[in-house]
């Protein structure tokens, strides 16, 4: 896994689809992602959180460090999935042909969503200090869980998929 260019995606990503006016991600992203402002929610996550959180992920590769590895990956996949509920949220509560009940549920959901994304990115206390505490230890990078990476992977072609099908 490419750690550097994967963190150099979610600061892409992130920035294009939930700050105004970001430039569209590089050639080195996925090319379907069209061109536009993804409005469906504002995260709480500053320009400075995301770029913090990319500069550790690097760091983490170069010092060999498992545990901060294993710390950002979880938070981006519950990011991601977060943000994979609200997309699917957000079709249900504008579908004119749904329930009244079901556009509520939709509602509610959207909101856990928010609160799932704050809770997980909303301040440095809660996500990037804590990094600075941890103990280092050498890994053997043979023993990260493919697993894992290849359920986050998934996650996010799902999310751009969907996406995609919006527009």
Same mark, same amino acid.
């Given at each position: 896994v490419n750690y550097l260019s994967l963190s150099k995606f979610f600061v892409e990503f992130y920035l294009y689809y939930f700050h105004k006016d970001a430039p569209p991600p590089s050639?080195?992203?996925p090319s379907f992602l069209p061109h536009g402002n993804f409005s469906l929610v504002r995260s709480t996550m500053t320009v400075k959180d995301i770029q *913090?959180? !990319?500069? +550790? =992920?690097? &760091? !983490? @590769?170069?010092d060999k460090d498992i545990i901060s590895i294993?710390? #950002? =990956?979880? !938070? =981006? /996949?519950?990011? #991601? *999935? !977060? +943000?994979k509920g609200m997309v699917m949220a957000e079709g $249900? @509560?504008?579908?004119? =042909?749904n329930s009244e009940e079901d556009r509520k549920e939709a509602r509610r959901?959207? %909101? %856990?969503g928010r609160v799932l994304q704050q809770? $997980?990115?909303? +301040?440095? %206390?809660?996500?990037? /200090?804590?990094?600075?505490?941890l103990i280092r230890q050498p890994i053997n990078f043979q023993k990260i869980p493919r697993k894992f990476l290849i359920e986050l992977m998934e996650c996010i072609d799902e999310v751009? %998929? *969907?996406? @995609?099908?919006? &527009?």
């Open positions: 050639s080195s992203s *913090m959180m !990319a500069n +550790t =992920l690097v &760091r !983490a @590769r170069d294993g710390i #950002v =990956l979880g !938070a =981006l /996949k519950s990011f #991601v *999935m !977060a +943000t $249900v @509560r504008n579908n004119p =042909l959901l959207e %909101e %856990e809770y $997980v990115y909303g +301040t440095e %206390e809660l996500f990037l /200090k804590p990094l600075n505490h751009l %998929e *969907m996406l @995609r099908e919006q &527009r």
